[in-house]
């Protein structure tokens, strides 16, 4: 499977909203009615943490300016209103078939 | 607390082999499925291994087929990856990740351990 990830940059002041889209080649729902689409940011100098599970499940601890949404192959993360610490690299992973990463988007705060 | 400490990296030629271990903590180390997910200078995450609990099945990129091994030791919570026939493409930082339970994404990685393959 495929992913892809648009835009591959931007640039977002702080108090915007921010969103970036993932697709996939196939679709990711599988056999158990589950849509296994994460989400994950690396910020500069650090290992990658998981935002969103399944589409739309905020994994502990992530900030409720965080969502994610979508079905089948095209999925987005919004960020409602972007902070400083919003910075950084962010990936969407399938988990049907194996694992696979997006490219990664590089969000930049002006 | 979830920790998961990667070793083992190293300087290596082309052709040569490395072993990079994970020690985990935190958790019921045996009870859950672990990834290797590399990244090369600069470029983004490539999921490298995956193992399960049991050690019953493991799959591989096939960018490192034929080449990597994943193993585990429960007793040890240690997850392992034994890199053969080295290539310059093959240099990145490897990260440890614990995949959750109940589907399949990654709820934890390690710092990662810096591999690189030069002459």
């Known amino acids: 499977i495929v992913m892809t990830q648009t835009p591959l940059s931007l640039s977002v002041t702080p108090g915007q909203p921010a969103s970036i889209s993932c697709k996939s080649s196939q679709s990711l729902l599988f056999s158990d009615g589950k849509t296994y689409l994460s989400w994950y940011l690396q910020k500069p100098g650090q290992s990658p943490q998981v935002l969103i599970y399944?589409?739309?499940s905020r994994f502990s601890g992530v900030p409720d300016r965080f969502s994610g949404s979508g079905s089948g192959t095209d999925f987005t993360l919004k960020i409602s209103r972007v902070e400083a610490e919003d910075a950084g690299v962010y990936y969407c992973?399938?988990?049907?078939?194996?694992?696979?990463f997006g490219p990664g988007t590089t969000l930049d705060i002006k | 607390e979830v920790q998961l400490v990667e070793s083992g990296g190293d300087l290596v030629q082309p052709g040569g082999s490395l072993r990079l271990s994970c020690a985990a903590s935190g958790f019921l180390f045996s009870t859950y499925n672990m990834n290797w997910v590399r990244q090369a200078p600069g470029k983004g995450l490539e999921w490298v291994s995956y193992i399960t609990s049991n050690s019953g099945t493991k799959y591989y990129a096939e960018s490192v087929k034929g080449r990597f091994t994943i193993s585990r030791d429960n007793a040890k919570n240690s997850l392992d990856l034994q890199m053969n026939s080295l290539r310059d493409e093959d240099t990145a930082v490897y990260y440890c990740a614990k995949l959750v339970s109940n589907g399949w994404h990654i709820d934890y990685w390690g710092q990662g351990t810096l591999v690189t393959v030069s002459s």
């Open positions: 399944e589409v739309s």
């Open positions: 992973m399938q988990g049907v078939d194996l694992f696979t």
